[in-house]
């Protein structure tokens, strides 16, 4: 009867899948089985009409719904197959060559928003993030002269692969200019261009790539000698419109764009000098006032003193210094008689004193050196006076005493300005 076939029709999608589910375990006949795919896809409308009712009624979201279904079936498939452990992102991170090539693979940006978000791993991801930067590590070599024209490109060497990358160029072509890395930008400063002396600054993006003007230096100047210390900018020296060597030194705040004149260098006026830091000291090496100087000096940032270092065992001008190992190398360079130079002289700044160290494989004066993870990389110069620029390179591993060539560089490039970020 009706009454009898209403009684026995179910309230709901979960009734009808258990009376078809009794209906089947009776018989496995066809309609059987179709009356139970039936139920079943009613279940699934119902479940579905309700979650959007959840969500319209901001009780459930569907990310936390999909989340806590994600979780009841892992749980489930754990019961029915236990692990025999349940490592945690810590443990992953435990081991250092793994948790290494992770963040190498998802790069600084993605390892600095774990920090950012994970306090249980805090520890470990700084220690990683600063293995990463290490790993991620990239030369940056740009400007200069090819022997005959002043270049405004500019290119990026990759130790890990060992290849060279061109970049967007510089804006304004000038030579003589120097600058340094800051506030994870490239500052190019001064130098020359239609025989001006330059007070004028452009800044290289590594992440965006792309190059803007910066506030002018108080004082034109080529051929000065630049170094980051403290997140601030430090021009030291060079020479003027007369050719005249300048003691002349001013700062860059990066963050608030201005310049700062500070008291001169309490050592000799010089241009092309090396330059280099340590332990949030300037150290500046040799150089050329009426010749070719030897002598060195450390500057202070934190009560602005200037102090005489001995002097290296021979002058150079044009020489490129860095900083690896808790020492600072000095190398190549013009000497007296206009002889180029591949002899490399180490500062120890605790002994106070100079040591010898293995020369490079070529002489080489007004080239770039960059440092980092206990290596030294020195990239183009020139050889012979008024000759051909290098696109050579070498690098230098402080710990191992040996020096290795490395790709050469796109372009010959003497007097260019270098520098090493992690992007």
Known sequence: SSHARRAQRPRSAGGALRLAMA?????????????????????REENAALLD?????????FDTFRARLHRRRFAADLRAHPLSCCPTLID??????????????????????LEATCSDVLGSIRV???????????VYVCGGNDGGEFLTSMERFDPSTGHWEELPPMPEQRH??????????LYVCGGMAHAETLSSVECFDPLTGTWAVAPPMLTARVGASTAAVGGLLYVCGGSSDGGYALNLVERFDPEAMTWEALPPMRIEARYWAAVATLARHLFLFGGYCQGALSSTGCYDPSDGRWEALPSMSQPRSGAVAAAASGRLYVCGGEGPDEIFLSVVELYDPVAGAWLSAPAMSWPRSAAVAVSFAGRVYVCGGE??????????AECFDSREGTWQALAPMHQPRALAIGATFCW
């Open 23 to 43: 209906a089947a375990c009776g018989s496995c006949s066809q309609p059987a089985l179709q009356s139970w795919r039936a139920a079943l896809a009613e279940l």
């Open 53 to 61: 009712c959840l969500v319209a009624a901001g009780v459930l979201s």
């Open 92 to 113: 992953m991170l435990a081991p250092a060559a793994l948790a290494l090539s992770t963040a190498s693979f998802a790069g600084l940006p993605a390892s600095r928003s």
């Open 128 to 138: 990683l993030a600063s293995a990463v930067r290490k790993a991620c590590m990239k």
């Open 176 to 185: 003589g200019a120097f600058g340094a890395a800051v506030g994870g930008r």
């Open 383 to 392: 050889e012979v006076l008024d000759g051909y620029a290098l696109s050579s």
